[in-house]
Structure formats: C-alpha cells, structure tokens
C-alpha cells in the first residue's frame, strides 16, 4: 500500500478486486473470521464504501469502542451542563459533543434552557475566547483519545496567566479498554484492527503487550477502502500462520514508536487517572487523563468541585452493547425508528464516528426494520 501516491489509488476497483480474490483465497472455509476494528473512522469506512458486503461469508467484522464522543458516559455530560446552568461558565464543545443526550436532555437542549454553550474548532478558539472576553468563565470540555491530547495540552502550557480559562478534561486513552475488553469472556474476537489516528500519536509498541498476552494479530490500518482490505489481508495471513503480533498497514503516517513530542507534552501537563467511566463498559482502571496538580489552577474539576455524576443509560438504548461488540446496531430494538441522528437515545448514533451513524447514513440494515 505504500507505493500508492493519490488519493484515488486507494479507491482503485481493480486493485480493490484483486485484494478481495487474495482475502477469499487465504480464508479457510470451515474457519470463521471475525475481527474487531477499534476505530469509528474504519467502520464508517467499510459501510461508505460497502466493504462488509463484499468479504468472503465466514469474515465479519466486529465494532470495538474507538469513537470517543460514543464512550463518553451521561454523568460526564450532566457535569458539564451542570457548570454552565448552574455556575453559569461559558462552555465550549466540540461539535459532535452538543448533541449527546445526558440525564435531563444534550447541551443543545441546555443551550435552548440559557446555558452559555459555544461549538469551537480546537481548544484555541477557547482560550482565544477567555482572553478576548474576560468578564467570561470559558471552560473547555476536552474529549478525545491520544490523538487530540496533544492540542489540549498544548493550550494547557498556552494558558499562563488567563484567570478566566480552564478545562474539563475527559481524554481516554486507547489501550486500556481494549484490555478491558479482551478479558471479557464475552469478548469472541480472531484479530484487530488497530486505529490508525491514535497510532499516528502513540506508535505501535504499546500495543505489543495486547498481542502477546491474548495470542491476536494486531494491524494499525489507514482509513481508505485498500487500507482495510490490505489489513484485512495481514490480518488473515498472521491466523493461518500461527503468528500474532503488531504489523503497521499505515506505515506512511504511522510510526513505529511513540510521536516524541505528543510523549514530552503528555509527561508536561497530564497524569493518568485511576480510574475512568466509559459508556458501556464502566470504570476501567488508568485509562484516562487529567491535568496534572501543578496544573490544578486550570482544570475545572478542581476550580468548580465537579462532583463526577455516574448514570446508567436508558434500558432500551444498547449502545453500551455496541460499543462492546456484542450487538450490531440493527439489534438494538429502537434503532432506526426511536432513535436516529435527529433524535438521539444513544451517542453511538450522535457521533460522526458511531456504528449506529454508520449503518444509519449508510442504509445498513433500515429495510428490515418495521
């Protein structure tokens, strides 16, 4: 995949062809195939482009929790509302973020309400705006895996000296509920598609200790419809070989160890929590960021005494499920009919990274639905 120099190359029907004949021809029939894909942006990848329709009948793939507006938990959603009705700060969002639903409602609803809720593009439109507008408390919800930290704390070190800014930091970091995960006797996974975002951040290396100990294959994939089929490909041929280890698909922007500068401002400004809630899959052990103490004087949770709600998902939303890779969307039983991007019940549907947004904006499975 590496000689490939245009975007349309990636998208080639024949070489397209001629990966899908070699994947067919390596896949042993009376052997099933299923491999995860961490990543959102690769689900939304193989149903844009139709990949999972045309894979020999014994490979399926199985979503896994990388869209990081869809693990986001309801108490970590109401405790921001919180900040802004009821200690009136001006929150600024990501986009994706308005729209989750929390307990009582998304922060589009508390923005309608008189909340002070702002879409910014990056943190520095947030700090831009505290110190444009001091009379303002700007506290900036900061989401995201390993990939977006890096910005975040860099506004961090930006930050001296403006009184009127903070964050509310809520980044995860991918290995851990992928651990998480495969220790879960519900968890039934042949190999792994690793995200390649995050990866373009952490390297490769982290996730050696994931392969050895559970026996997978591992491949950091691109996101172009040859970058899956190719990892597809490796993924199948380190099976049939006996062999699991991390191979790097992405290799023209992914490198093998740790982004050196992402690593100094990590060690700079974060320390790694005990614990963190997920959505779906609860609190999983040192798998999230906060500011580090010397940092106290910027982050909200310390400035505004964030009490850290904990609240459980409405009964007939299985996003938790999804997220897990024990359901496809279109098992949920209000997929598509009480819920869909115009209204919500889970964030999987919300994200522009979530599998039931995928399989929603993609046709995937709506003609069976009542």
Known sequence: MGEFRHIDEYRDRTRADELGNRL????????????????????????????????????????????????????????????????????????????????KGSM??????????????????????????PDLEVVFFAIGFETTAPATASVVLDAAGTENFSVLCNH???????????????????????????????GCTPYLPLTE???????????????????????????????????????????????????????????VRDTFEWRGLGSIPRSGFRLADRFAHLDAEVRFGVVGRVVADPRACRCGDVLRGAIEPTDCRIFGTACTPDHPVGSCMVSSEGACAAYFQYGRGLARRP
Not at 81 to 94: D, H, K, M, N, S
Request: hydrophobic share 45%.
């Open 213 to 271: 100990r559970f026996g997978l294959p591992l491949v950091v994939a691109g996101f172009e419809p040859l970058d899956l089929l190719a990892s597809l490909v490796m993924v199948v041929e380190q099976l049939n070989e006996g062999r699991h280890t991390v191979e790097n698909q992405y290799s023209r922007v992914v490198p093998w160890e740790p982004n050196p500068v992402a690593t100094r401002l990590f060690e700079q400004v974060f320390e």
């Open 108 to 133: 589009l609803d508390a923005r309608a309400r008189g909340a002070d809720i702002r879409m910014v593009y990056s943190p520095l439109d947030a700090l831009a705006l505290a110190r444009d507008r």
């Open 24 to 103: 067919a021809g390596l896949c042993d029939p009376d052997r099933s195939y299923r491999v995860m894909e961490i990543c959102g942006g690769h689900t939304h990848t193989i149903y844009r482009h139709g990949i999972a329709d045309h894979l020999p009948g014994n490979v399926r793939f199985v979503h896994g929790p990388g869209c990081p507006v869809c693990v986001l938990p309801k108490g970590r959603i109401d405790d921001a509302i919180a900040l802004a009705l009821e200690r009136g700060v001006t929150l600024c969002v990501y986009g994706d973020v308005l729209r989750v639903p929390g307990s």
């Open 172 to 202: 995860v970091l991918v290995v851990p509920p992928m651990e998480a995960l495969l220790d879960s006797p519900d968890t039934a996974v042949d190999g792994l598609i690793g995200p390649g975002h995050v990866s373009a951040i952490i």
